[in-house]
C-alpha cells in the first residue's frame, strides 16, 4: 500500500501514440521510483496473451507459496440457539464454480509475498516515512511531498495519484470537505480479539449462540487467534486470561480446548464505511482509504485489491489513449463495494444476532442459518458471494480470499 506513480514524464512527451505496447508494460506494473531515476525500461512487448500468463504466473507465486489454504470452514450452532442442539455445518464454498473456488491466505503471508514479488520483478519501495499530499488534487499535474527516511523533503510530479494509504492516511484528507459523501455505520458489535500460543484448529471455525458470536483461526504451526463478540466500548483489561478460555470454550463448544500464553489482546468495533466517490481530480481512493467494510466475510483486502486492478489497467488504457475505464473507476469499484458491504452486512447480522438481540432479530439469525445448510439455491448464492464474484460480469480480477477474518494484525 501506499501512494503509487504510474506515469512517467517521458511518456507524456511521447504522447500516448507512440510505443504503446512499452507504456503499457511499463505502466501497469506502476513502479514506484525515486526522482531523477530513470524510468525502468520495459522487458520487451507485452501483448495481452503474455499479460495473461503473467497475471497466472503471480497468481501462482503469491498463493502458491502460501499453501492452499482451507476452503472450508465448519459454523457451529452450540445449544443456547434458541430450539436448537450442537450440530455443524460447512461453508458451501465448496459449491461455487471450479473457475471461481477461493483460495485462502494469511494477511500477513500475503502482504509479504506480494512484496517480495513486485521487488522481485523490479518495483522500487523507494516512498517511505511520512508523506504529505498537495493541497489542491485537481490541478493538471500533482506533486506529492514526502520526507524520506533520513529526512530530506523530496517532491514527486505526477499524472495521477493513487491513494492506498488505508483509513487514517493522508491521501483522503487531501480532499476538500464537501467533495465525497461518507456513508457510515456502526454496527454496534465489539470483537476481543486473542493472539495465543495454543494449538491451531484443523480449520477456521465460526461459533454462533445465545452467548455470543466466537471464531478460533490457525495462525502458523503452532499459534492461534480467537475472536470473542462483546461490547463495543469493553475494556481488554475485563477480560482476562480465565475468562478468555471459559468463554472460548463455551461459545466454540469444545470443553476441551487447549489454552497457551496470550500474547496479545485487543477491542475493536465492527464498523462500515464508503466514501463517493472514490476519486477527487486526479486522486484516486484505493482500498480502505476509500471504504471500510466489517471483517465478516473477508472483503477487504479482496477490495483493495480489486481497486487496485481496476485502477492499474485504467491507466494503462490511458496510456494507449483511451480514458473511459478511468473516468468509471469510481462507479465500477462502488458496485463492488456495495455488494460485499451487503454481503458483509448480511454475515455479520446472522452470525451476531443469536446473542443477546431482541427476541425477533435471533430467531431472524436462526432461519438465515438453516436455510444456508438446507438450501442449495441458497449455499450456491452464499458460495457466489463470499468467493467474490464480480457483479459487474467480468473477470478482471479473482477473488483472493484471506481467511474469514484476517490475521487481526
Ligand atoms: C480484524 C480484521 C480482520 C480482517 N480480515 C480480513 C480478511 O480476512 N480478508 C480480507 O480481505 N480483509 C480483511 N480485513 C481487512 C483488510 O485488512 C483491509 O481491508 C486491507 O488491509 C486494506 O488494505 P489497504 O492497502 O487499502 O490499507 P492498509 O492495509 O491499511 O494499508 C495502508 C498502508 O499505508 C500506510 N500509510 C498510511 N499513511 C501513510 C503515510 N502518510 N506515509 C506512508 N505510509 C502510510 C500504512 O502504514 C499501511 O501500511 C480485516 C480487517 C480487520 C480489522
Not at 34 to 63: C, K, N, Q
Amino acid at each position: 500500500a501506499g501512494l503509487s506513480r504510474v506515469h512517467d514524464r517521458r511518456g507524456d512527451r511521447r504522447g500516448p501514440g507512440r510505443d504503446d505496447r512499452r507504456h503499457a508494460a511499463a505502466a501497469q506494473r506502476h513502479r514506484l521510483r525515486r526522482p531523477g531515476t530513470p524510468f525502468p525500461r520495459p522487458r520487451g512487448a507485452a501483448p495481452a496473451g503474455r499479460h495473461r500468463r503473467d497475471a497466472r504466473g503471480a497468481h501462482v507465486r503469491l498463493l502458491g507459496a502460501v499453501g492452499p489454504g482451507p476452503r472450508r470452514c465448519p459454523v457451529r450452532r452450540h445449544p443456547g440457539v434458541p430450539g436448537g442442539t450442537a450440530t455443524a455445518g460447512w461453508c458451501p464454498t465448496a459449491t461455487a464454480p471450479t473457475a471461481h473456488r477461493p483460495a485462502c491466505a494469511p494477511s500477513r503471508s500475503f502482504v509479504q509475498k506480494l512484496t517480495a514479488t513486485f521487488l522481485e520483478e523490479g518495483g522500487d519501495l523507494a516512498l517511505r516515512g511520512r508523506r504529505r499530499l498537495p493541497a489542491r488534487p485537481d490541478r493538471r499535474r500533482l506533486h506529492v511531498r514526502y520526507r524520506t527516511a533520513d529526512g530530506t523533503l523530496r517532491a514527486i510530479t505526477c499524472d495521477f495519484v493513487a491513494g492506498c494509504d488505508g483509513d487514517r492516511g493522508v491521501s483522503r484528507t487531501a480532499v476538500p470537505d464537501g467533495e465525497l459523501t461518507a456513508y457510515a455505520f456502526d454496527h454496534g458489535i465489539g470483537w476481543l480479539t486473542v493472539l495465543a500460543d495454543a494449538p491451531p484448529p484443523a480449520h477456521p471455525l465460526l461459533a454462533t449462540g445465545r452467548e455470543g458470536f466466537a471464531a478460533h483461526f490457525p495462525r502458523g504451526p503452532h499459534a492461534s487467534r480467537y475472536y470473542l463478540q462483546c461490547p463495543p466500548d469493553d475494556d481488554p483489561g475485563a477480560w482476562p486470561d480465565d475468562r478468555v478460555w471459559a468463554a472460548l470454550r463455551t461459545r466454540l463448544g469444545d470443553p476441551a480446548l487447549v489454552p497457551g500464553p496470550i500474547t496479545d489482546r485487543e477491542i475493536f468495533r465492527l464498523r462500515s464505511l464508503v466514501h463517493d466517490p472514490m476519486q477527487y481530480g486526479r486522486l484516486f481512493l484505493v482500498g480502505d482509504a476509500a471504504h471500510i467494510v466489517s471483517p465478516m466475510g473477508g472483503k477487504g483486502m479482496n477490495l483493495a485489491l480489486y481497486d487496485a486492478d481496476v485502477f492499474a489497467r485504467a491507466v494503462r488504457d490511458v496510456v494507449r489513449g483511451d480514458d473511459s475505464a478511468l473516468r468509471a473507476y469510481s462507479e465500477r469499484c462502488l458496485r463492488r463495494v456495495w455488494n460485499d458491504q451487503e454481503f458483509s452486512h448480511w454475515l455479520t447480522r446472522t452470525l451476531h444476532d443469536a446473542a443477546d438481540s431482541e427476541p425477533f432479530l435471533r430467531h431472524l439469525a436462526r432461519a438465515r442459518l438453516d436455510r444456508l445448510f438446507n438450501s442449495p439455491a441458497a449455499a450456491r448464492a452464499f458460495a457466489e458471494l463470499m468467493t467474490g464474484l464480480d457483479p459487474t460480469g467480468d473477470a478482471v480480477s479473482r477473488n483472493v480470499l484471506g481467511n474469514l477474518s484476517g490475521d487481526g494484525d
